[in-house]
């Protein structure tokens, strides 16, 4: 019984768990980010590219 106890009060990987989800956090947003800029690239190089073209 007092192995479960011990179990449930160690909170030694909470820290390790609460950087992996800030990590998983960062990782998303960045992808977001990279994603709506290369999209936006896309769209002027095509402008661009366009108007060469004329």
Excluded at 37 to 43: A, C, E, K, P, S
Aim: glycine share 10%; aromatic share 8%.
């Amino acid at each position: 019984m007092s192995l479960i106890r011990r179990f449930f009060a160690d909170q030694s990987g909470a820290t390790a768990i609460e950087y992996g989800l800030i990590a998983a956090g960062i990782s998303v947003a960045i992808i977001t980010v990279v994603n709506t800029l290369g999209t936006q690239l896309q769209t002027t190089f095509s402008n661009v590219s366009s108007q060469l073209g004329k």
